[in-house]
């Protein structure tokens, strides 16, 4: 069975950082592209940021250089360090393991950045 656990949200002031995690269960993690996406309610869901096999890192332009996603192997887990957060980073945060044409989903976590 393949679960993505997502944990790390939280309530932050304008200016903080957070550090989210996804470890993974029931998948081969290491061949895996993990993604993060994030939802704010009445928006579609978007794609944060990418990280493939080798390491290769991408991030949609409105969070370069404030986030970092790094993936650890052996814990078979992802991470999304967000600094310099902002209220419109406000959404929940899902994690997405990447073996196109299948795609596994974590159940996500509440970011709310807020004074």
């Known amino acids: 069975q393949v679960r993505l656990v997502e944990s790390g949200g939280d309530l932050v002031q304008p200016g903080g950082s957070l550090r989210l995690s996804c470890v993974a269960s029931?998948?081969?993690?290491?061949?895996?592209?993990m993604n993060w996406y994030r939802q704010a309610p009445g928006n579609q869901r978007e794609l944060v940021a990418t990280?493939?096999?080798?390491?290769?890192?991408n991030y949609v332009d409105s969070v370069k250089g404030r986030f970092t996603i790094s993936r650890d192997n052996a814990k078979r887990t992802v991470y999304l360090q967000m600094n310099s957060l902002k209220p419109e980073d406000t959404a929940v945060y899902y994690c997405?393991?990447?073996?196109?044409?299948?795609?596994?989903w974590g159940q996500g976590t509440q970011v709310t950045v807020s004074s």
């Open positions: 990280i493939t096999t080798d390491d290769n890192t």
């Open positions: 997405n393991a990447d073996f196109t044409p299948q795609n596994y």
């Open positions: 029931g998948i081969n993690f290491k061949i895996a592209i």
